[in-house]
């Protein structure tokens, strides 16, 4: 028996018309690429939107075309993500950050069919059209007063575009599962794998998204909100459409990620909650020790990407007196992995049982399914003590790439492996532990390589550590740690093992330690662990 | 292109599972129909669903059966929303305030194969049950201590049930479209006709009941939700399911509504949020004058069914200072319709601003979209000044009723006419000016009969005022006021048009007033004008 209930398709324009009618003349407020501050509301927004649809229409742009982004978080991005699935077509943001042989890779294979770049990205664009012959042409996301010299074929001008459509048009009709965005994994092992959010999915991760505890507009919606976390980044963490639901003000910092720009534009703007990566943090907290400026009406930050330190939720917590909610996600769980917030009555511990739960990697949000894993697939419990692969399981979670890269990524059961080793507590919290590929798989356990890192670098003469499985012929697997020691310190292998010793479980000491005067990174700034696994593939380790 | 995100059901098991795991420990707290406070948590509740579920499925119940219930908000009627879901069954509340024919009526309309009866409900089943020969047996909802006395066959304790059962189960898995439960409409036309809601709609309409100006948790997620209105009336507004989602502490009032226990559970639990018609506050206000007592722990009500006034919003604001959100919906729109919240920016507003938008019906929220249209179908424009007919669209607005009864309830595009007359207002406000069946079509200008009675029942002398339309000959229809008057009042039919002259538009006058000793009601205490409509069929209009 089915239910007697209207077939109303989850699509992203249903949430921008919302916008459009029933928060209309809330504000969104850019620091432009051009410079100045820019603000309209989120009836303009739509409009343009609606403007940008009819553009590209006219432009032969049709339903399941893909268009590339390279571009900061502005209001004209914010359109791409309403104007161009809003026509069927896909948005497939560009990390502009990645290497240019990865940028063509990534482009190509997802057939864009246009591209759109600000002008902080347009260079790489000029730089590399000549290896895009399947792009069909240009658009620079600006006005007329500031477009760039080209000598390409097929450039537009975004406000042009704009400009030149009437308004008089319609959304497309599709079914929800449509694709309505792509973002590519950066992939520190193989090809880039591009994952495809569906409009069904956008529309339920981002219900998730406005709950009270994970992001939330407040009960009187006085929120203002400002995603730092880049809109390339899992699509942004569903920010560009979070405030279209919730309508709340919206705040975009342009590529102006400078502290004295960000504190000033949060302040200026009556900003409340930010999202960024803990890199974002470790820069404004610089800044504001520097200068004695503070965030004046900021009261809430969530903090993802990758872990904050206690040191930095003590000091956002403590000294600051503004809220962490600390959340995990990834490209493949569309950016909401778990929530931040603090479950029902945690808020009257004491502080420091508090950091203890936001010190973990969150709580479980309705709609994102998780359990661990063993190398033979078998399920472990949630006690709290096992560790295991974490697997995950949703409406917004990929079941797949684009192209069927890397293969199917499911379980049998149909759940996604992560890639992450993690601990499951009975509470509901998430604890990460390491990363799948870089756990050290010693005679049948595992040794956490951030762990080890962690404790590594807290020697005082220790800037930066990496830890790698190295081949053990007893063991299977034994810890290599690598590292780099700060400027005229020095440090002997047996000194810096002699110090690890009460510090770590007696199987988890590293069997050998290199000194080098680098680690390689990442085009996202992480540990280059392929490159330290190749660097070191024939290393051996000493025998006891 | 379709996106590649994994196919996961919206379903109630989603919701009930994830509470077990996630706010396992969190309580929900209910005054019995046997008497004593009882407590458990949301992983008991699980569980108790799981082998509910079992059970039914042990007495043959599977897929698509419906299943009936006459009883109030207990933790035994929230695990029949969990449980008899959960095996693909639908659950059928019936309104055990309903005359019993109409029980019989609907019961049998909606083939209920079982019937299960709290303690206070169980004497309507030992009355009717002879003639309800389609019900294959009865649950009485109570412990085995508590069993009545009953000649009927095939009668079960809903205790035993679950303990006869191991909890060794599995929920069913099927479409989200699958029938969930279902709610008839109290019909003061025609037959009852059945709106049956479907495990996405309720999955939807709990996302969006769980939004921060909805209804939702606070941000640190101590609000504790007290679901006042009856779980029958539309399904409970979406609680039997929201605080599964966001993790509050419920506490279920089960039948006692008398104004002392209301408040001692309120006081004793620390309600935060409660759900209730007008009628309840009402009474409350009443009792709290009375003693001088008052709520210690309630900030917000949310208040639906009828419309407050605005002596009731001023008291409950001022004077309690706890926050009111007057919502809209009905049956056929999940009780979801408008947010009560007031719309960004609008909390700093001077309070008599802040209540004149709280009077209204509050705002659209994502996932409803509604238009007024006028006799002809045009759509008419949401300037706050036209007046038309409400009609919505949505992913939780019904398409029609069970068995087709009533026909296609859509406009030919595919909106549902709700039969409510409104205006929209350009800011996102919704404000009801009748119902469509009973405005006054005054030579093809309406009058709102709702206005009407509101002036007239503020004369002192009037007790209540009906007003339904009487045929004129030239107008085509024109106001009939019914009046009742208050014990020992006197007032005449021109003192009475003379007081209210002054007060209304000169064309919207009465043009005759009747004097009744009582007005019909229904069995919802609502006006029966349907009955008025009958009584005064031949009422001649005095000729000017």
């Known amino acids: ?112 069919s246009w591209m759109f770049a600000d002008l902080a990205c347009w260079p790489i664009i000029e730089a590399l059209a000549d290896k895009l012959p399947g792009v069909k042409g240009w658009v620079v996301m600006t006005d007329r007063a500031h477009m760039p010299e080209t000598k390409l074929a097929n450039v537009h001008c975004y406000d042009d575009l704009i400009d030149g459509a009437s308004g008089d048009f319609q959304w497309a009709s599709f079914d929800e599962n449509t694709a309505a965005t792509m973002c590519y994994t950066s992939g520190t092992t193989g090809n880039p794998k591009g994952v495809v959010y569906s409009h069904r999915s956008i529309v339920l991760a981002t219900f998730a998204a406005s709950m009270g505890d994970v992001l939330g507009a407040a009960p009187k919606g006085g929120d203002v909100l400002m995603p730092i976390s880049p809109f390339f980044h899992a699509n942004g963490w569903m920010l560009p459409f979070t405030p279209c639901m919730t309508g709340n003000k919206m705040v975009l910092p342009g590529r102006s990620y400078e502290p004295e720009k960000l504190l000033e534009l949060m302040n200026d703007e009556g900003v409340t909650v930010t999202a960024a990566v803990p890199t974002i943090w470790t ?45 995990w996600g990834m490209t493949e769980t569309s950016a909401i ?47 709290g003590e096992a560790s295991g692969v974490l697997q995950v399981r949703g409406p917004w979670i990929a079941s797949g790439y684009f192209k069927g890269e890397g293969g199917n990524p499911l379980s049998a059961d149909g759940w996604l492996n992560t890639g992450d080793v993690a601990r ?31 404790t590594a670098s807290s020697h005082p003469a220790v800037l930066e550590a990496a830890v790698i499985a190295a081949h053990h012929p007893k063991w299977d697997e034994r810890p290599l740690l690598i590292v780099v020691l700060k400027q005229d310190a020095s440090l002997t292998r047996d000194e810096l093992l002699t110090w690890l010793a009460p510090r770590l479980a007696k199987w988890w000491l590293p069997d050998d330690v290199v000194f080098v005067d680098e680690i390689p990174h990442t085009a996202t700034g992480k540990i280059s662990k392929l490159t330290l696994r190749q660097q070191f593939r024939d290393h051996v380790l000493p025998t006891i």
């Open 337 to 383: 992995g778990t929530k931040g917030g603090l479950k029902p009555g945690a808020g009257n511990l004491p502080w420091e049982e508090q950091a203890a739960l936001k010190m973990t990697q969150g709580r479980g949000a309705y709609g994102v399914e998780m359990r661990i894993v063993d190398d033979a697939g078998q399920v472990l419990p949630n006690d």
């Open 424 to 454: 499951l507590r009975p509470d509901g919290y998430m604890v990460l532990t390491d990363r799948a590929k870089d756990v050290i798989k010693s005679g049948g356990e595992w040794i956490s390589s951030i762990d080890l890192e962690n």
């Open 1 to 112: 028996m089915r239910g007697l209930m209207m077939d109303w398709p989850l699509t992203i324009t249903s949430m921008v018309d919302y916008a459009g009618r029933y928060h209309g003349t809330q504000e969104i407020v850019t620091r432009t690429i051009e410079g100045p501050i820019h603000r309209y509301t989120f009836a303009d927004l739509r409009l343009r939107a609606l403007k940008l649809g009819q553009a590209l229409t006219t432009l032969g742009v049709g339903l399941g075309d893909r268009i590339g982004s390279l571009a900061f978080n502005t209001y004209r991005h914010l359109e791409m993500f309403h104007g161009v699935t809003g026509i069927g077509a896909v948005l497939h943001t560009v990390n502009p950050r990645l290497f240019p042989e990865q940028i063509v890779y990534i482009v190509e294979h997802a057939e864009d």
């Open 283 to 327: 820069m404004l907290m610089d800044y504001l020790d520097r200068t004695g400026k503070r965030p004046t009406s900021l009261t809430r930050v969530l903090i993802g990407g990758s872990a904050p330190s206690e040191g930095m939720l003590r000091k956002i917590e403590l000294e600051l007196g503004i809220e962490v909610y600390q959340g």
